[in-house]
């Protein structure tokens, strides 16, 4: 490919990132720091330390993106803050120590977290699409 059509590519996949949901780019961070911790557990596994701690370190990027991003108004923002505080100590504590078992541990309450997340942001979609159903079949005017 060439340079044209490389950064072709980039502007396409960067408008749909810039069209995605508020929900839709929490998914795909999330999504992204699981790819992540998979690619950092086969790297441990294989005995490749330089994937493992890029791999580390990319998942702590994410994370510390997520918390930046927390507004902190809510009571929720408060304690997903003490949520990614807890999994870069452990992140960290992963990599220094290559730790197999706690970066099992970590993956799974990470993707459990997405899940949850994603199960969220499916119910909310859905009540937001009845919502505009109900709102398209009242007459003009009338309010409910």
């Known amino acids: 490919m060439d ?3 490389f950064q072709g590519y ?3 996949k960067e408008q749909g990132i810039n069209d995605m949901s508020q929900g839709e780019l929490l ?3 999330y999504d ?3 790819k992540r911790l998979i690619r950092a557990e086969l790297a441990l596994k294989k005995a490749d330390y330089t994937l493992f701690e890029a791999s580390v370190d990319r998942c702590l990027d994410i994370i510390r993106y ?3 991003t927390l507004d902190m108004q809510y009571p929720i923002s408060r304690n997903l803050n003490r949520l990614y505080d807890y999994f870069s100590f452990e ?3 992963v990599k220094a120590g290559r730790n197999k ?3 099992e541990r970590v993956k799974a309450m990470i993707g459990e977290l997405r899940d949850t997340f994603r199960e969220a942001y499916k119910n909310s979609e859905q009540e937001l699409a009845e919502a505009q159903v109900q709102a398209a079949g009242r ?3 009338a309010e409910g």
């Open 66 to 68: 997520l918390d930046d």
């Open 91 to 93: 992140l960290n504590r």
């Open 32 to 34: 992204e720091l699981v």
């Open 139 to 141: 007459p003009a005017g």
């Open 101 to 103: 078992t706690e970066l």
């Open 10 to 12: 980039q502007g396409y």
């Open 3 to 5: 340079i044209r059509g």
């Open 27 to 29: 998914l795909l961070l």
